[in-house]
């Protein structure tokens, strides 16, 4: 009997896609869950007549696999995936590979490529997007870990994934150890970015200038065919098309409470770790906070005041502001993820692909779109481009959409329309091209108050000063510590 090409465990809806992807795409899958009976509803249903064999225990699943084995997991991350690491290790030969799919944070990530490698056997962790729609027809596929893995998975993981226009598949190799989780991560933390965008763009539309869900709904519709076409723009245009029972759209009867999982909160995380301003997608995850205070806001609203929003103005050509705001915000957005994955490469000495990352997400993620097609340009022409903001490109959408971006911004501000993202984008866009921030008298006042020192415009760079402020201070100064 010929032995399956894969092995995968876990058969929620995630792992039941994938496997069905797999199998469509010809390889032979074996599969495990912990409760049989999931095993056999699918062999038996979705799965009856096709080569996916269902198997009942973790050693039916290994011995049923082609050597050098590979099991993927699709779990819940977490403990859970090192408790399966260790169940597996002892069932496993030199060379056999342990893929996990699901949504582990990164340093988890290293820390079991590390482990796994120690018992001579390979590990791969690879960030998987596109939803339970993505898994079945081609998701984006971010693996990293042990190197030495990735020949033997990659005929399989570039076959089920995502393809763009031309055919290249969005999944190649990322990096060692946590590198792949990482990218995925970042992804994740863009998506927060990108929806709190359009959730304000939407927001402004229906609060300052009154737009019903059907007018919504042809704005984004129009969006969708230009610079801004992606898959999250797509989805909003539908969202706000769609009728409850009774007629009205359902957009408007859904609680204004959002939840998450985690991701864009690590994200942020690791951006304070590196010390870089990932401004944007910290406030969409913030946003989300405040969002989930629904008791609280009610409560407020009726206790704090603020303006009745009027908009007095052209109505088209605001719309056409909202969408260059929305535009440059995105940019901005991009720049900052890209300036984290630039930071952690160093950190953790990854040898990243920033083109090919871009590519990676150009189809079957969330955030798929037309515009990661220019970033994937942008590092073609320049590997080494510090930030998106300076590509030519990118320069020029900024010198474009800035008036419209400056009018939304300071339209919801006068009117009371919060604005989280995009003002803090412009806040960003602002500070970075800023020849001299005021961080000099900031400075001073550490110096004043705990005598960090600083430095001089006319001494050279790496030089430390303290000033005896008070006259009692004295000259000893702090130790320096950087970010």
């Not at 951006?271 to 806001?297: H, N, Q, W, Y």
């Not at 430390?464 to 000893?476: A, I, L």
Request: with cysteine.
């Amino acid at each position: 009997m010929k032995k399956s090409d894969i092995g995968l465990i876990g058969l929620a809806v995630m792992g039941e896609n994938l496997a069905m992807n797999m199998e469509s795409k010809g390889f032979t899958v074996s599969v495990y869950n912990r409760t049989g009976e999931k095993v056999t509803r699918f062999v038996e249903g979705r799965a009856k007549g096709k080569n996916i064999v269902g198997t009942y225990s973790l050693e039916e699943l290994v011995n049923s696999l082609e050597k050098p084995r590979k099991v993927m997991m699709m779990i819940k991350a977490g403990q859970a995936v090192d408790d399966m690491i260790e169940n597996l290790i002892p069932l496993l030969s030199d060379g056999d590979i342990i893929i996990d799919g699901g949504n582990s944070h990164f340093p988890d990530t290293a820390r079991r490529t590390s482990y796994v490698e120690s018992k001579g056997l390979l590990y791969i962790g690879t960030g998987v997007s596109g939803g339970e729609e993505g898994a079945l027809k081609g998701p984006s596929l971010m693996p990293g870990g042990s190197a030495k893995a990735w020949p033997s998975v990659k005929p399989i993981l570039q076959a089920i994934c995502a393809k763009v226009e031309d055919g290249s598949p969005c999944c190649d190799w990322v990096g060692e150890n946590g590198a792949g989780h990482f990218v995925k991560m970042v992804h994740n933390g863009i998506e927060y970015g990108d929806m709190q965008l359009i959730c304000e763009a939407y927001q402004l539309m229906k609060d300052l200038l009154g737009m019903t869900a059907d007018e919504m709904h042809e704005v984004f519709g129009k969006w969708n065919e230009g610079e801004l076409d992606s898959y999250l723009i797509e989805i909003t245009r539908d969202i706000l098309a769609y009728k409850d029972t009774d007629g009205q759209p359902i957009v408007d009867k859904i609680l204004d409470t959002a939840g998450q999982k985690g991701t864009g909160k690590w994200t942020g995380i690791a951006a304070l770790d590196e010390g870089v301003p990932l401004t944007l997608i910290g406030e969409a995850v913030f946003s989300r906070c405040l969002s989930a205070m629904k008791e609280e806001r009610v409560a407020a609203s009726k206790i704090l005041t603020g303006p009745k929003p009027e908009f007095k103005g052209d109505k088209a050509q605001f719309i056409e502001d909202i969408k260059n705001a929305l535009f440059a915000s995105k940019v901005v957005s991009y720049a900052q993820g890209y300036t984290l994955m630039r930071s952690a490469a160093k950190t953790y000495g990854w040898n990243l692909n920033y083109g090919g990352i871009a590519l990676m997400w150009r189809g079957g993620c969330i955030i798929r779109s037309v515009f990661l097609g220019k970033i994937k340009e942008a590092f073609d022409k320049n590997k080494d481009l510090s930030n998106l903001l300076l590509d030519p490109y990118f320069k020029d959408v900024m010198d474009k959409a800035q008036d419209g971006w400056r009018r939304v911004c300071a339209a919801a501000l006068t009117n009371g329309i919060p604005v989280p993202a995009m003002t803090t984008a412009l806040g960003y866009y602002d500070g970075y091209r800023c020849e001299r921030l005021p961080a000099n008298l900031l400075q001073a006042q550490r110096d004043y108050f705990g005598a960090h020192t600083y430095e001089r415009v006319d001494q050279p760079r790496g030089q430390f000063f303290h000033t005896n402020w008070t006259g009692e201070g004295g000259d000893t100064s702090a130790e320096n510590y950087t970010v």
